[in-house]
């Protein structure tokens, strides 16, 4: 019934939502079927014994895929509209019965959802974080604010942070995304409307490293390329956890976007290793191999790509874009997708 329901509403998406060039990012793909999938499993079976539980969690799902790529309200209305009616079809529930915990009148519109929360960061000092709805929006509130208060306290640049709704909501949908393997993000909103402070946060929130580069006048395409690899061998060779940070004013050339292409749809730059270099990670990975031990070919090709599975594995990637748009159209100015486009031409990034 899930599969059924997320294809319905996948080939929904497909016909109404199609990209104009003010709509350009509504480009809907497998990927995004299969997203909706591996955000349900996020959830263990021993905490989704209840089924209308597993109902919320799967409206949760598909409204951060298909819901958070929306830029206007009659599209939202309508995507609402499509999931009340395939709730009913395919659940045969009424989103009503589902949701009635989130509206006093017991009448569920689009806004309602807004209070639908999953996500594994509301029990901080828990050993093992396990991905769960959230029902106390004010102790989630106290709970943001205290992750907040740690960030600051180990920080050599503080933030001040209102913890708003808006903000709320935001960092919740990045965690979410920073939780999966291959979880990339683009954020779009207008400058200085938080998209870096809220991916900072997140990123502490799940323990990752942050990694930004520092643009300067005399930076050039091997600096770029060098902080490339100090990223790769971070999450490759150390497997380390990594968000890299990167914002549309650090793209100095058009080179840069075409590396960061190829980072999200293969997980390696090609030729950024020299032979040298390559040999040695080829070592380490062999050594790793052995530790765990894996059942893979010890050759150089396998090796390295070995490799790359960590990288993609461990690496993800958050794109910043500005958008010029008046502030009242956008609250906060971030908006989530949890898959970046599988191409993105220099042109799409630099002027869409």
Not at 135 to 152: G, H, P, R
Request: net charge neutral; hydrophobic share 40%.
């Amino acid at each position: 019934m899930l599969v059924q329901a997320t294809k319905t509403i996948y080939r929904d998406a497909v016909e109404n939502f199609l990209p104009t060039p003010s709509k350009s990012h509504y480009v809907f793909n497998l990927r995004d079927f299969s997203r909706v999938i591996q955000g349900v499993l996020l959830c263990p079976h021993t905490h989704l014994q209840d089924v209308e539980k597993c109902i919320r969690l799967w409206i949760h799902e598909v409204y951060r895929v298909f819901y958070d790529r929306l830029i206007d309200k009659e599209d939202r209305q309508i995507f609402f509209n499509m999931v009340k009616e395939t709730t009913s079809n395919c659940f045969k529930q009424t989103i009503e019965k589902v949701l009635i915990h989130l509206s006093p009148t017991g009448k569920i519109v689009d806004d309602n959802i807004r209070s639908l929360f999953f996500g594994d960061y509301f029990k901080p000092e828990s050993d093992k974080k396990i991905y769960d709805e959230i029902t106390d929006l004010k102790q989630l509130t106290v709970v943001m604010e205290q992750y907040l208060e740690e960030f600051n306290n180990v920080s050599k640049a503080p933030m001040s942070l209102v913890m708003f709704r808006f903000a709320i909501e935001h960092i919740s949908r990045i965690c979410r995304v920073l939780k999966q393997d291959k979880g990339h993000l683009l954020l779009v909103g207008i400058g200085g409307s938080g998209r870096q402070s809220a991916t900072k946060l997140s990123t502490f929130m799940n323990s990752y490293e942050l990694y930004q580069i520092e643009i300067t006048k005399n930076y050039t395409g091997n600096d770029w390329r060098e902080d490339l690899k100090k990223i790769l061998l971070q999450v490759g060779v150390a497997t380390k956890s990594t968000v890299f940070l990167f914002a549309d004013n650090q793209i100095k050339d058009e080179s840069f976007v075409e590396d960061i292409n190829m980072l999200l749809n293969t997980g390696d730059v090609p030729n950024i290793f020299p032979a040298d270099e390559k040999a040695d990670i080829v070592e380490k990975m062999q050594v790793a191999v052995r530790s765990q031990g894996e059942k893979v070919e010890i050759t150089p090709l396998s090796m390295y790509n070995f490799f790359i599975e960590r990288v993609k594995k461990n690496l993800h990637i958050v794109l910043g874009k500005k958008k010029k748009t008046p502030f009242a159209l956008v609250p906060l100015g971030v908006l989530v997708s949890s898959e970046c486009p599988e191409q993105l031409s220099p042109s799409q990034w630099s002027q869409g």
